[in-house]
């Protein structure tokens, strides 16, 4: 039978109008949760990427502000830049975008943000908490990864789970969300061996590898929930996931498109992010 598509456009719609109502309440208790966004140089893509944060936050009702600097910007610059919002209590969120022009170390930008206002879920004290499995704030793509696999109905606990992929920002956050919810994680990588026989016990499987077309319907157990964090552009220009869509969608119980699948769930996670530093930092 051919899989359920989990259309991460429609599960992001309705966490927002859920969003959209809290921040109402927020409102009229003198609380206006606030975003701010860093954007240092003119990559296209990072352009694209911060002006669909600023339509979500105004479609959930969030203060956005976009400060936009020069790729000659320096990192004593923008570490001044970061201390000033870590003061501001109208800013409640702080999102530096990346990549970084290659001057500007990421590490030392990451940790010039106030935990308590890092949306990104990328400090190390956020990850430490992460990892303890303290209240924190979660990276968004993980946690919308997570969010989308609940609401196929899909009980987690027990399911056996592989992850493909090991960055920082994906694999790593993914396999300990999962492991969280008492999922057994196993861990695949670029060297991973044999991965097809690791692929094939997956009850649930999420791929994050930055490799166009990669997973076949060879490497999916019967029934599967596939979860397909890539963005591939290929030469054609069209986007394209990490996963084979047409021959995995015969073969899975839920599959996830690209676009529309995983990526409206990251700006999404975003907003709520925002949402839960303002509420925090008001000690509501
Ligand atoms: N660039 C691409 N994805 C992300 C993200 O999730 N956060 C930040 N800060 N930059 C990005």
Do not use: W
């Not at 196993?186 to 016990?201: G, I, V």
């Not at 599967?224 to 015969?250: C, M, P, Y």
């Not at 529309?260 to 509501?284: F, R, Y």
């Amino acid at each position: 039978m051919a899989a359920t598509i989990l259309q991460g456009k429609e599960v992001a719609a309705s966490i927002r109008a859920e969003l959209a109502e809290e921040v109402n309440e927020l409102k009229k208790q003198g609380l206006t949760p606030g975003l701010t966004v860093v954007l240092v140089g003119d990559d296209p893509a990072s352009h694209s990427y911060v002006r669909g944060k600023e339509k979500g936050c105004a479609e959930v009702g969030i203060r956005s502000e976009i400060i936009l600097k020069d790729a000659a910007t320096t990192e004593a610059e923008l570490v001044g830049i970061i201390e000033e919002l870590n003061q501001n209590p109208n800013v409640h969120g702080i999102l530096v975008q990346l990549p970084l022009p290659a001057h500007i170390s990421e590490t030392a930008i990451i940790e010039a943000i106030h935990p308590s206002k890092d949306v990104d879920g990328f400090h190390p004290i956020s990850v430490g908490n992460m990892v303890i499995g303290n209240k924190t704030l979660l990276p968004c793509t993980p946690h919308g990864v997570i969010e989308l696999i609940k609401r196929t109905g899909t009980e987690i606990a027990g399911k056996h789970a592989v992850v493909i992929g090991r960055s920082n920002i994906v694999g790593k956050p993914v396999a300990l969300l999962l492991q969280q919810e008492n999922a057994t994680v196993t861990m695949c990588h670029s060297r991973t061996q044999n991965l097809q026989e690791f692929t094939q016990k997956a009850d649930i499987l999420v791929v994050a590898t930055g490799k166009p077309h990669m997973i076949g319907k060879e490497h999916v157990k019967p029934g599967a929930v596939v979860i397909d964090v890539g963005v591939n552009r290929i030469e054609s220009g069209k986007l394209v996931g990490d996963v084979k869509f047409d021959e995995v969608q015969e073969v899975a119980s839920y599959l996830t498109p690209v676009p529309g699948g995983v990526g409206p769930m990251t700006i999404t996670m975003l907003l709520k992010n925002t949402v839960l530093a303002a509420k925090a930092q008001a000690g509501l």
